[in-house]
């Protein structure tokens, strides 16, 4: 699989007939991150049940993500090919800076960290399970095994902090998420 980010900009077609933008043959739409974050307050102000609907939204969205990504590129079939998806995807499409800090393919386990991340909050708290789910729908896509994702350290919990940080390894290993 060749990471051309030409390639991606050369499957945008649109058409003013029907009102639509497509990558790859999948309808996207342009949103500010603002919608977005207005959209996550709403739902994480409900509570836990909030945080893990956005947690499970992330996920069947980052499965289908992941998918789309293959029809595009082709199956990640190599290692250093997750690590180079996870990264590169991640910039190119606006959800910020992604990198892999730490792989270990034996036991499934990544550390993820998250720069730049459109979400927001005035919040003293983590706020990015959707991007936990996102990560974890689209290691399980490429990875071929359930994949879980939890955020250890958020932008939003301090001014220290310039980067979300999130653990991913197989569901089986969580013992809680939320």
Not at 9 to 23: F, M, P, Q, T
Not at 43 to 69: D, L, T
Not at 113 to 131: A, I, V
Request: charged share 30%.
């Amino acid at each position: 699989m060749m990471l051309d980010e030409l390639k991606l900009l050369k499957e945008i077609g649109y058409s003013s007939g029907e009102g639509e933008l497509r990558v790859g043959g999948v309808r996207v739409f342009l949103s500010s991150t603002d919608i977005l974050n207005v959209t996550r307050e709403k739902i994480i102000g409900i509570g836990p049940a909030g945080r893990r609907f956005m947690y499970e939204a992330g996920k069947a969205a980052g499965r289908r993500y992941a998918e789309a990504v293959e029809e595009i590129y082709g199956r990640v079939e190599a290692k250093n090919r997750f690590v180079e998806s996870c990264e590169r995807f991640g910039s190119l499409t606006g959800w910020g800076h992604l990198k892999v800090v730490e792989e270990d393919f034996n036991s499934f386990f990544f550390k993820i960290t998250l720069r730049n991340t459109f979400f927001s909050s005035d919040k003293q708290e983590k706020t990015c399970e959707y991007n936990a789910g996102m990560l974890a729908g689209a290691a399980e896509v490429i990875l071929g095994r359930e994949m879980d994702v939890l955020e250890t350290q958020c932008v939003n919990e301090s001014d220290e902090f310039d980067e979300c940080v999130f653990s991913m390894k197989p569901s089986v290993e969580f013992k809680q998420l939320f």
